[in-house]
């Protein structure tokens, strides 16, 4: 059990960040649930986990592009318990930006959410991480090392994201461990066709999806279960990202 572990997690109104606040806060950890603009989903979330353990889980808000704020939001989430042990940077945005429509707006959303902000977060997180030796977990993507078509800003994004795994990893140790997991085939694109969705199950050796609670029991994995573990992506994918 993880009792009296605070974390923090970005973008957990809905999704992967809502299915790992369950799976974290059942491990025992008390959780900052962090919302943009999903307050009654937040709310919702909230109020479930409470009514199992009372004052265990509290909400932040904020824009995390507004970097200027995020010392601010960090300093909150501490409050809460007087203490921060994880760093979970899940909140992210994916969207297609082929070569010939792609804009400045959307290069500065797209590295800001997924590799600014979890630069800046860590930073600003980092004395507190240190006091109880904690961790930091990013949420990368196999077309990180794979280039996916269409979607050249948010590829290197989350390049960029696992050079800045490694790179805290060494900033921050020994004191603080920084990892990253690394999804496949979770949940689909609003958009996806179902012959593209069979065509990428295909390419994986499971033959099959996966689901947000084997992102949830991976995180729960390298925060609480891999006390020599850090600078690494460990990928679930079903085997996707050995296929050609």
């Not at 959303?109 to 860590?122: E, H, W």
């Not at 949420?139 to 989350?158: C, N, Q, T, W």
């Not at 085939?185 to 033959?207: C, G, H, S, Y």
Request: aromatic share 6%.
């Amino acid at each position: 059990m993880a009792d009296n572990k605070v974390v923090l997690i970005t973008g957990a109104a809905h999704r992967i960040g809502a299915v790992t606040a369950r799976h974290l806060h059942q491990s025992g950890m008390n959780v900052v649930l962090h919302y943009r603009s999903s307050r009654k989903a937040a709310q919702a979330l909230q109020e479930e986990l409470n009514a199992e353990r009372d004052n265990s889980v509290v909400l932040v808000q904020a824009d995390l592009l507004a970097t200027h704020a995020l010392p601010a939001l960090i300093k909150e989430a501490h409050a809460a318990w007087n203490r921060l042990d994880v760093l979970i940077n899940n909140a992210s945005t994916f969207y297609r930006t082929p070569l010939d429509k792609a804009d400045d707006e959307q290069w500065d959303d797209l590295i800001g959410t997924n590799l600014k902000v979890p630069f800046f977060l860590a930073k600003a997180a980092a004395a507190y991480l240190r006091e109880h030796h904690g961790c930091i977990v990013n949420m990368v993507d196999i077309h990180a090392e794979r280039p996916l078509k269409g979607f050249p800003i948010y590829s290197m994004a989350k390049a960029g994201l696992v050079m800045l795994t490694k790179s805290l990893a060494c900033e921050l140790g020994p004191e603080v461990r920084v990892n990253a997991i690394a999804p496949g085939a979770i949940l689909w694109p609003e958009d996806l066709d179902e012959v593209t969705k069979q065509r990428i199950l295909n390419k994986t050796f499971l033959k099959r999806k996966g689901e947000p609670e084997d992102i949830a029991k991976a995180i729960n994995f390298l925060v609480n279960d891999a006390p020599y573990m850090t600078g690494q992506i460990l990928a679930v994918d079903g085997g996707r990202s050995l296929n050609t």
